[in-house]
């Protein structure tokens, strides 16, 4: 939590600096702009598929098309004023005949290529299918209408549900990572029959302010540095706006994001020249794009990252199987899933991965796949189970 509220005071020293080159790129009217951020859907799909270069695993990458519908819609994704088409951004991954199904939810500002490096080593033991949430990545971005925390659940819930039923999938392992995570729960709350397995990595949403016993976030938000960022929030005042603001500067920007995250101040293996190269730009197209799915954030939690409709209140409702993935690191505590566990009428383990922060699957990707491998043991056959956790790795 303090690192949310830390970057999010770098945000708010940020903003004057750019509001002033926003307003003038505006006043230059729409050409102007599409300069000043150059980037678009084919690009993100391009970027995308320089960055997957990496990964020998073949795959097959599709747009999805989830429906259309007319205005008024009361499907919550179609009330706007469009009524194009919906896509959910989708790789396939090659994989052996009965492998089971595992399906990859990624987080708050991100896309599915940050797995990149966890594909080749989980293809080997599953069927791989990795998406962009609607409103992210190489997916539809539609005017964010949603003015609700129940209906911006909906928008994620129900978008998902729509691809599942266009992919014809049935029994399938669900893994969702911070955000992701907080959105895979919510779907196997309601869709419990379609999912086999949940795995949660750095999950979400478990608390809310009330149930915070850390009174910093209270002190903080009384302080006049609390109160503009309260209004930021407020706002949807997000870190996307910024990399928009800058325009040409902001890959240099990213850049300097994607080598401190994975680089200088990563927690285990740090990214090689080439992968954080590719990532940098595949970042910057999917971050640059039109605002969307990222203004979901002030319905779902409040200032703090703590939950409006927390899990954690939902746990003796839990229907799946499930499994808590965290990196030592993790900003995000584990204690939150050891608290729900208590509550849980299902199977539910908590590991734990050394050298590892909220990107546990890009700091320790060796270390993290035998997490998913042994979570997801009763699925494989012998010859592709592991029957024990690395001696680094624990449990809680």
């Known amino acids: 939590m303090t690192r949310l509220v830390h970057r999010t005071i770098s945000v708010a020293r940020m903003a004057e ?3 002033q080159s926003t ?28 960055l997957l270069s ?103 819930i129900d978008s998902l549900e729509e691809w599942r039923k266009v992919k014809n999938l049935s029994n399938f392992i669900l893994l969702g990572h911070s955000f992701g995570g907080y959105v895979a729960a919510k779907y196997a709350l309601k869709h419990p029959e379609h999912v086999q397995h949940l795995i949660l990595v750095g999950p979400a949403g478990f608390t809310s302010e ?7 976030v209270t002190k903080f938000r009384a302080t006049w540095k609390g109160a503009i960022l309260g209004h930021l929030w407020e706002s949807n005042f997000t870190p996307q706006r910024i990399v ?19 680089g200088t101040q990563s927690n285990g293996d740090v990214l090689n020249e080439e992968e954080s190269k590719l990532l940098t730009d595949y970042v910057y197209h999917t971050l ?55 509550d849980m009428k299902v199977p539910c383990e908590i590991i734990r991965v050394p050298e590892g922060g909220h990107f ?18 009763r699925f494989l056959s012998p010859d592709h189970r592991i029957e024990s956790l690395p001696d680094s790795v624990t449990t809680a």
């Open 17 to 19: 600096q750019i509001t």
């Open 23 to 50: 307003v003038d790129s505006k006043s230059k009217g729409w050409p102007f702009i599409l300069r000043w951020i150059p980037t678009s859907t084919d690009r993100i799909i391009a970027s995308e598929k320089r």
């Open 54 to 156: 990496l990964v020998k695993t073949p795959y097959v990458q599709e747009q999805v098309n989830i429906g259309s519908g007319p205005p008024g819609s009361k499907v919550r994704w179609f009330r706007s004023s469009s009524d194009k088409p919906r896509f959910i951004n989708t790789v396939t991954f090659d994989s052996q005949e009965n492998s089971p199904t595992l399906v990859m939810v990624h987080g708050y500002g991100a896309s599915q290529g940050f797995f990149f490096r966890n594909f080749d080593a989980l293809a080997s033991k599953f069927r791989v299918i990795a998406i962009d949430q609607l409103g992210w990545g190489g997916s539809s971005r539609p005017d964010f209408t949603c003015k609700s925390t129940e209906e911006t659940e909906a928008w994620f």
């Open 210 to 216: 009330s149930d915070a016993s850390n009174e910093w």
């Open 244 to 262: 928009r603001g800058l325009g040409p500067w902001g890959p240099d920007l990213v850049r300097k994001y994607t080598s401190t995250r994975f």
């Open 288 to 342: 640059a794009a039109k605002a969307s799915g990222e203004l979901c954030l002030k319905y779902i939690f409040s200032f703090g990252a703590y939950a409006k409709l927390p899990l954690l209140q939902r746990a003796s409702e839990w229907k799946v199987p499930t499994t808590f993935i965290y990196g030592y690191q993790d900003w995000m505590k584990f204690q939150g899933a050891q608290e729900a566990r208590k």
């Open 360 to 377: 546990v699957f890009v700091n320790n990707p060796s270390a993290f796949n035998s997490a998913v491998i042994y979570a997801c043991r």
